[in-house]
């Protein structure tokens, strides 16, 4: 089992920036890639970008170029830095971890992120 928090959301001006932050807990060895999406009201949840236990990372392209996402794997935290944010970026932003041989998904419970003109 795998525990994750999310922290760091909140109300920012649209081309303002944000740090997301993600902790896991419990059998964090077994976490392989790990990966920021969001969901926006009455749209279905997507990715806004992956990172791999090496620290290898691929980003929507709605984010590129703006997103970046880092890993500590000593501290077993994930961060998202959101820059130039717009409005559109508005969304729930959820943490997931794929764990063991398997790759068991787990999730974190959401941060909002709020972008206003």
């Known amino acids: 089992q795998v525990q994750l928090v999310e922290s760091g959301g909140g109300l920012v001006q649209a081309g303002g920036s944000l740090r997301l932050s993600c902790v896991a807990s419990?059998?964090?060895?077994?976490?392989?890639?790990m990966g920021w999406y969001r969901q926006a009201p009455g749209k279905q949840r997507e990715l806004v970008g992956v990172?791999?236990?090496?620290?290898?990372?691929n980003y929507a392209d709605s984010v590129k170029g703006r997103f970046a996402i880092s890993r500590d794997n000593a501290k077993n935290t994930m961060a998202l830095q959101m820059n130039s944010l717009l409005p559109e970026d508005t969304a729930v932003y959820y943490c997931?971890?794929?764990?063991?041989?398997?790759?068991?998904?787990?999730w974190g419970q959401g941060t909002q992120v709020t972008v206003s003109l």
């Open positions: 419990g059998n964090t060895f077994a976490i392989n890639a």
């Open positions: 990172i791999s236990s090496g620290g290898w990372t």
């Open positions: 997931k971890a794929v764990v063991g041989g398997r790759g068991d998904a787990y």
